[in-house]
Each structure stands twice: as structure tokens, then as C-alpha cells.
């Protein structure tokens, strides 16, 4: 399974001397299976420790980077591996339901081939 994070929102606010510190974030991570089969959890998560927040690790709003915040969301899943677990179980629920589903396209419908 290949996963790929999406980040959808940020939430800011100034903390002591530091401006637009992110203090929460709205995200997704899409799984895709081999047969190009996907699945996407979304999730919400608050950066609450703000106690090693100084000038020597602030990154101001304007220069962060997508793979920053990654990173952060990350660290936080790596330090809870039973929730880790369970957003990977959703996206493979998510795809284990889209492959019962069958559609049919307007150029694929039963009447068209009669």
C-alpha cells in the first residue's frame, strides 16, 4: 500500500513572542493499493506541546514547507501506534468497500450494447 498526505488546513495563532505559530491541523492521508484501488482518512490534530518553541526551532508560517507539517503529524502517529493503526484500517476498509462497488459509465451502460 502506498500513502500520500495531503494537508487541508492550518490553524494559527500568536503564542508569546512568536507569531502565526500552527497550532492545529486538518489533514488526509490517502492509501492506495497495488490494483489502484483508494481509500482516505481524514484527521484533525492539535499541536499542543508548544514547550520547546523557541527561536532556535520556530519556522516562521511563511517558510514552511508541506513536508514540515508532515513531519510533524508523523511524529505525533509514531508516538501512537494503536492510531496509527486504526487510520490505516479505515483507508483499508474505504478500499475493501470501493472494490464491492461496480459502476457503469455513460458509454458502458447495459442498454447501449444491444
Known amino acids: 500500500m502506498k500513502y500520500n498526505f495531503s ?4 490553524r494559527r495563532e500568536d503564542v508569546g513572542e512568536f507569531e502565526d505559530v500552527v ?4 489533514w488526509s492521508l490517502t492509501g ?3 490494483d489502484g484501488y483508494k481509500g482516505t482518512f481524514s484527521g484533525a490534530t492539535p499541536v499542543e506541546d508548544l514547550s520547546e518553541l523557541s527561536e532556535l526551532t520556530f519556522v516562521p508560517y511563511s ?13 505525533i502517529l509514531d508516538a501512537n501506534e494503536h492510531y496509527r493503526q486504526h487510520i490505516k484500517d479505515r483507508i483499508q476498509e474505504s478500499i475493501n468497500n470501493e472494490r464491492l462497488v461496480k459502476l457503469a459509465s455513460k458509454n458502458n451502460l447495459p442498454w ?3
Open 32 to 34: 492506495t493499493d497495488p
Open 23 to 26: 497550532t492545529h491541523i486538518r
Open 112 to 114: 447501449l450494447n444491444t
Open 63 to 75: 517558510e514552511l514547507k508541506e513536508k514540515d507539517v508532515i513531519g510533524w503529524i508523523e511524529v
Open 7 to 10: 494537508i487541508n488546513e492550518l
